[in-house]
């Protein structure tokens, strides 16, 4: 299995270029891939779990022969209330071999993730902010140690 993680994409490419996001798009396709061998075969919703941390809960929204649209997010159970966050719209493209963000949900006060969408709103445009986000969480993920 090819992985990438020699590949740091904001070092490759400049941010915010056409090919720094093309790289970062690849990038995310073969985390995703390591962490879900098989995810163009799913045809239903999957957990990750990690004995790290919280479980990586993948839903899928739309397939077809050449893409897919799915989210994929941590749930958090505080006062009986659930959160899920950060919530990431994915679509991923097997002809390509890319899977880029679409949208992000709301993300908390609190959140690790917001801070990295908005330590460099001023330098870097949406595009690079949504992926660069699915990047290093995915990153943080397979450092945990998930498995389908």
């Known amino acids: 299995m090819i992985l990438d993680h020699e590949i740091v994409p904001q070092s490759i490419a400049e941010p915010n270029s056409f090919v720094g996001l093309m790289t970062l798009y690849e990038s995310n396709y073969i985390k995703l891939n390591h962490l879900f061998p098989k995810i163009r075969q799913y045809d239903a919703d999957k957990s990750i779990k990690s004995p790290f941390g919280n479980d990586i809960h993948l839903g899928i929204s739309k397939k077809t022969k050449y893409t897919m649209i799915i ?74 140690d998930y498995s389908a």
């Open 71 to 144: 989210s994929m997010t941590y749930s958090f159970e505080e006062s009986e209330i659930i959160e899920y966050e950060p919530n990431l719209i994915i679509k991923v493209y097997f002809d390509s071999r890319s899977a880029e963000v679409i949208s992000i949900g709301k993300l908390s006060k609190k959140s690790k993730l917001r801070d990295i969408t908005y330590q460099n709103k001023n330098i870097i445009n949406e595009l690079w902010r949504r992926n660069i986000i699915l990047n290093k969480w995915l990153d943080y993920i397979i450092d945990c």
